[in-house]
């Protein structure tokens, strides 16, 4: 069955970094679009970042943009999260999302396939 596990989470200090990676089986990666999205307590799923079946094409959030870079392996089947200069509004839940599709999509309901996330708390 398909499977995407995310790993990379933890806790860090504003200012830091770190590097989420979500490895996925079960499914041709390289037809897939794939996402980030977060979810704080009390709050909707919001879309992070998304990056295109070939890794040419992005799109982020507007709250990440210059900080947070998406990038995918084909080869090892996995898509990572890098995060810079994270501050504490950036603690949530990180999930990854695949959508089998051509065109990358921000919406949550898109998606057709979803880790089951990995916590990032950033203290002050």
């Known amino acids: 069955q398909v499977q995407l596990v995310e790993s990379g989470g933890g806790l860090v200090q504003a200012g830091g970094s770190l590097r989420l990676s979500c490895t996925t089986s079960?499914?041709?990666?390289?037809?897939?679009?794939m996402g980030w999205f977060r979810q704080a307590p009390g709050t909707e799923r919001e879309f992070v970042a998304a990056i295109g079946r070939s890794g040419s094409t992005t799109s982020y959030a507007d709250f990440v943009k210059g900080r947070f870079t998406i990038s995918r392996d084909n080869a090892k089947n996995t898509v990572y999260l890098q995060m810079n200069s994270l501050k504490p509004e950036d603690t949530a839940v990180y999930y990854c999302?695949?959508?089998?599709?051509?065109?990358?999509?921000?919406?949550?309901?898109?998606?057709?396939?979803w880790g089951q996330g990995t916590q990032v708390t950033v203290s002050s």
């Open positions: 079960g499914l041709t990666f390289r037809n897939y679009v």
């Open positions: 999302a695949a959508h089998r599709t051509r065109e990358i999509s921000t919406m949550h309901g898109a998606y057709d396939y």
